[in-house]
């Protein structure tokens, strides 16, 4: 029998041996989260096609992770690992499509805590299949995430909109650059500015599938990969499929564009299609599989959103957007709060069994537990 001593050096030395993949999985999201802002400021600023430009991404990273994983190598892939890899590409491109245009119309902050929804999916599978012991738990959750993306829509998270503003007017140009709008104001500018931040749940619809795909094409990955390396040989698979999706659809934006007398045109920036090839498609993932192997941290889990919120606060100072730090951080608090409820009978659940606690902080982390989610 080990003694308290001996259990605490252990949970400590533990500790001491994930503190590389830690910062590994901060730094993957910090980089990850730059190139989002790096791409809405270019899509933005040059007004290029969301589809072609994701598919000249793409490109490039279905050649890269073909190289690095060779699939055709090595053991022999069956039929019923490739064939739903194939169908996950299509999902993937959905998404990417999807993402793309949420991230146009809703600003970074939104499209990226909107992806985290994709737990939306786990709960809506837990409330319909789950246990009923499980059901309220559940709905709470799935409530206060909703309640999150209410407070988004509505632009809790903007300096323009904001609450806080009217709470702590003094407190808040501390750490903004400009000053709060005044009603007084006959700036036009400003005007605009607030009507277009004004979007409604309904302006949120984009990025929330988007986050629901998301969770989806995850699950499925997990659910046909058995092994690691299985899973990088079946992610290259499934890139080059959503690559081939996305091909007709840029053409037909390409077609559309010159038939209508609009010149279409891509302006080339070196950072924006670098930092979304390198750090947005291929880092991402090799950082992501760390978490999940390593960490036991999947994408929806509170820790994953802390991570993420944290980064986000610094690129939206240094990009000098219209932020407000008191309304991003009851955002996340109560993003962060739903998707723990949600996720806590799963959690002490995997707590209890060492051989089912594959993620313990999310509902989409056990290969083996997710089959209520498939259905939806």
Known sequence: ??????????????????????????????????????????????????????????????????????????????????????????????????????LKSCGPLRAILSEYSGAVLGVLS??????????????????????????????????????????????????????????????????????????????????????????????????????NQQKKRLHAITITSATCFLFPLAMWDLVTGSSSGKAVELPFSAWAFLATIVFGIILIFYVDNIAEERLHMVFSSPRHLM?????????????EMDFSLPGFIVCCLVLGFGIYEATSLERSKKDSSIKSEDGPNGILGNDFDTSPVLPI
Request: glycine share 8%; hydrophobic share 45%.
């Open 1 to 102: 029998m080990m003694s308290p001593k001996q259990i605490s050096d252990d949970r400590g030395s533990s500790h001491f041996r994930h503190t590389p993949f830690q910062i590994i999985h901060v730094i993957g999201n910090f980089f990850r989260i730059w190139s989002v802002y790096s791409m809405y400021r270019y899509l933005n600023q040059t007004g290029a096609p969301v589809v072609l430009f994701l598919f000249c991404c793409l490109v490039p990273s279905s050649f890269i992770f073909l190289i690095l994983q060779k699939p055709w190598k090595g053991r022999p892939l069956s039929n019923q690992q490739i064939v739903p890899s194939l169908i996950n590409g299509v999902i993937t491109a959905l998404y990417f499509i999807l993402w793309g245009k949420g």
């Open 307 to 319: 991570v993420a919120g944290a980064c986000i606060i610094v690129m939206e100072i240094a990009y």
């Open 126 to 227: 837990g409330v319909l299949y789950g246990r009923r012991g499980q059901v309220w738990k559940k709905v709470g959750g799935l409530v206060a995430m909703l309640v999150a993306l209410f407070f988004l829509s509505q632009g809790w998270a903007t300096s323009s909109l904001s609450p806080f503003y009217i709470l702590l007017p003094q407190f808040l140009p501390f750490y903004l650059n400009k000053k709060p709008p005044s009603k007084d104001s006959n700036d036009t500018k400003e005007e605009e500015l607030v009507t277009e931040q004004a979007l409604g749940l309904m302006g949120m619809m984009i990025p929330v599938v988007a986050g629901i795909l998301s969770a989806l094409r995850r699950v499925i990955a997990r659910r046909v990969s058995l092994k």
